[in-house]
């Protein structure tokens, strides 16, 4: 996706999405020569959200010449809503604002019961500073918008994003390693303790390790896969991943020191373990807090 700046001949699909989510309640919305005059305005900028040379959303920044550095985001709507394509254009938005426009604090105003928006916006970082109740007049009810930003120093950087890509695959890929060991353990617990040479003499024994060995590892799959569904709980997961293989390098460390060379089924496992412990430290601080 790529913004570009926006034309007098993109007016048309611009009115398009903002009537029809200003009719929804959405967003606000301005005529044809309000939206002519503000683009011919230094103070704001118009963008298109294009992708594949397509035009799927569209930006306006205001306050651009104001000495203080605090610059708005006053709209940004997408075509097609839940395909990933408003919170990419929000991402590059608020890159042009600090970059391009050297803002210091990006502001916007949000209606207080779109609470779909509020989590987008307070996933990419900005935070709510107050409620301007019953501000708004929408057909004979009264609105209220919450106020959010975000700082200069409080915005991820440029590579942030792939770092929180990356986290989620990990922690996808966790998961599911957990899950299908866990499901082994219930069905078939005989093959895993076959590949650790681990002898089962009764029926009870069989019967904990379903319980230990299944039960805890498809809970623990189930606990990442939680992790990996919020950006703001990346970096708890990552830390329990971190944690978890942490503690099973040291385990089967001491148990090589102990007790002499693994086998190659247990020789595999300790190297998968040591690269998810350090692909967890490696993105542990790079996601940052959400």
Known sequence: MMLRRATPSDLPFLLEVEQRFSSQGLVHSDD??????????ADCAYFIAEEQDAPVGYVVLRGLTAGNR?????????AEPGRGHGRRALTLAIDKAFR???????????????????????EAGFVEEGTLRDCITH????????????LENER???????????????????????????????????????????????????????????????GTGVCFLAFARRDRWLQPGLVAQASVFGGFVLGRALGIVVGGAPNGFIALLLAGEIVG???????LFRVGPH
Do not use: C
């Not at 391009?100 to 307070?122: K, M, S, T």
């Not at 057909?139 to 975000?150: A, D, F, I, N, T």
């Not at 966790?174 to 060991?181: K, S, T, W």
């Open 32 to 41: 044809g020569d309000t939206h002519q005059r503000k683009m011919n305005d």
């Open 70 to 78: 605090s610059v708005e985001l006053q709209r940004i709507a997408v």
């Open 100 to 122: 391009e426009f050297g803002a210091h604090r990006v502001w916007l105003d949000v209606f207080q019961d779109n609470r779909r928006a509020r989590h987008v916006y307070q």
């Open 139 to 150: 057909g004979e009810r009264y609105r209220s918008l919450v106020v959010m930003s975000l």
């Open 156 to 218: 991820r950087s440029k590579w942030e994003p792939i770092s929180v890509a990356f986290a989620r695959f990990s922690l996808y890929t966790v998961a599911a390693v957990f899950v299908g060991l866990g499901f082994m353990s219930l069905v078939r617990p005989t093959i895993l303790t076959a590949l650790v040479d681990i002898v089962m003499p009764t029926p009870i024994a069989v019967m904990e390790v379903r319980g230990v060995y299944g039960g805890f590892f498809l």
């Open 277 to 283: 412990l350090i692909v967890a430290f490696s993105l």
